[in-house]
T-cell receptor
Framework: GENVEQHPSTLSVQEGDSAVIKCTYS??????FPWYKQELGKGPQLIID?????GEKKDQRIAVTLNKTAKHFSLHITETQPEDSAVYFC??????????????FGTGTLLAVQP | SQTIHQWPATLVQPVGSPLSLECTVE??????LYWYRQAAGRGLQLLFY??????ISSEVPQNLSASRPQDRQFILSSKKLLLSDSGFYLC??????????FGSGTRLTVV
């Protein structure tokens, strides 16, 4: 079955620097890759997603890139701010993210932005 | 706006006792509803999902069950808890596609 590996498990950056979190997946049929942000004491929130028909997607300070050949995708956060501190999860699924397609999650990255 | 409510926030239960966790969604109709479990140091694992009242799909054989008695209500249950049922349980919803909004979770400790 699908397996998603996420690195690093913890990441500390200075405010204003960039942060990059990487995930690799095993199932070449995966075609939908969302990213979630989980703040302390709260549930995860979808922040950005990408489908396999594009290689990059941006939304203000966050961007996601996808390399289908290498089967990995990454989250990029630029100009980090203290409020970006949270646990970030990547996930992968087949079926372009349909409601009944199972998401396989990575193990999470704890991002700490130092002021 | 849509909101999701999940309770209780924390729960300590003895082995062999029953379990009932409730999740309700406001501000949307006919949502897809999901129950996930998050083990320490691991990602989220899908337990159940529902695309409508009375329609439950199970992803992982286990000691748990789910029910959807109303359109915006999703319940996670167990008749007899095991130690291995301890974890962080999250309810989520979506209208189209995979879940975009999760509840704040229930920390279950079975002792």
């Amino acid at each position: 079955g699908e397996n998603v590996e996420q690195h690093p498990s913890t990441l500390s950056v200075q405010e204003g620097d960039s942060a990059v979190i990487k995930c690799t997946y095993s199932d070449s049929a995966s075609n939908y890759f969302p990213w979630y942000k989980q703040e302390l004491g709260k549930g995860p929130q979808l922040i950005i997603d990408i489908r396999s028909n594009v290689g990059e997607k941006k939304d203000q300070r966050i961007a996601v890139t996808l390399n289908k050949t290498a089967k990995h995708f990454s989250l990029h956060i630029t100009e980090t701010q203290p409020e970006d501190s949270a646990v970030y999860f990547c996930a992968a699924s087949t079926g372009y993210g349909g409601a009944t397609n199972k998401l396989i999650f990575g193990t999470g990255t704890l991002l700490a932005v130092q002021p | 706006s849509q909101t999701i409510h999940q309770w209780p926030a924390t729960l300590v239960q003895p082995v062999g006792s029953p379990l009932s966790l409730e999740c309700t969604v406001e501000g949307t109709s006919n949502p897809n509803l999901y129950w996930y479990r998050q083990a320490a140091g691991r990602g989220l694992q899908l337990l159940f999902y529902s695309v409508g009242i009375g329609q439950i799909s199970s992803e992982v054989p286990q000691n748990l069950s789910a029910s959807r008695p109303q359109d915006r209500q999703f319940i996670l249950s167990s008749k007899k808890l095991l130690l291995s049922d301890s974890g962080f349980y999250l309810c989520a919803w979506s209208v189209l596609g995979t879940p975009s909004n999760f509840g704040s979770g229930t920390r279950l400790t079975v002792v």
